[in-house]
């Protein structure tokens, strides 16, 4: 079955870092990819998506590509800041013409301090 | 704000005991998911519900249910509650069914079985 896994956390920058959060995936045919964040006491919320291999998602500076050779959709930004702290999920979707359903990865806490 | 409204923010009851979350998607989305959110084991699908029809399942256990009704709400029905039911219950929802469109995150509820 579809599963996504992501690097352990919690990761802790400096403000204006450079970010990494890792995710693999493994899954058959041509899912779409997501990160998604969650910050304290609220829902996720769609941070980025692809939906096709070598589709850049980018939004906020944040950016991941769609790697299907590597089955990967690595998270960066170039210069972090306190309001980034928050937990990040990665996540596969899967359609299969008559569902849907997103598979979550276990989500990387990140903290950036001054 | 995502516009999905979970109902209640908390709850708190005893083992033995059943409870019923409500979950309102956001106005003309026809797509109903449920997920479950624990510290061991992370974000899992529970169950996806698309114009009134159940449509996936994922890990839910025989113990709960759900349903959407005509107006497109829907309830997450949990009973003969245990310990490690205590979690984080989201409600997301989408316009179709697939997922190239967005997955909207309510705040959550959080259950806890004393």
């Known amino acids: 079955g579809d599963s996504v896994t992501q690097m352990e956390g919690p990761v802790t920058l400096s403000e204006e870092a450079f970010l990494t959060i890792n995710c693999t995936y493994t899954?058959?045919?041509?899912?779409?990819l997501f990160w998604y964040v969650q910050y304290p006491g609220e829902g996720l919320q769609l941070l980025l998506k692809?939906?096709?291999?070598?589709d850049k998602g980018s939004n906020k500076g944040f950016e991941a590509t769609y790697r299907k050779e590597t089955t990967s959709f690595h998270l960066e930004k170039g210069s972090v800041q306190v309001s980034d702290s928050a937990v990040y999920f990665c996540?596969?979707?899967?359609?299969?013409?008559?569902?849907?359903?997103?598979?979550f990865g276990t989500g990387t806490r990140l903290q950036v301090t001054l | 704000d995502s516009g999905v409204t979970q109902t209640p923010k908390h709850l708190i009851t005893a083992t033995g005991q059943r409870v019923t979350l409500r979950c309102s998607p956001r106005s003309g989305d026809l797509s109903v998911y449920w997920y479950q959110q624990s510290l061991d084991q992370g974000l899992q699908f529970l169950i996806q519900y698309y114009n009134g029809e159940e449509r996936a399942k994922g890990n839910i256990l025989e113990r709960f249910s759900a349903q959407q009704f005509p107006d497109l709400h829907s309830e997450l029905n949990l009973s003969s509650l245990e310990l490690g039911d205590s979690a984080l219950y989201f409600c997301?929802?989408?316009?179709?069914?697939?997922?190239?469109?967005?997955?909207?995150f309510g705040q959550g509820t959080r259950l806890t079985v004393v």
């Open positions: 997301a929802s989408s316009a179709s069914l697939g997922m190239n469109t967005e997955a909207f």
């Open positions: 899954a058959t045919g041509y899912p779409s």
């Open positions: 996540a596969l979707g899967r359609n299969t013409g008559t569902a849907s359903k997103l598979t």
């Open positions: 692809a939906t096709k291999a070598d």
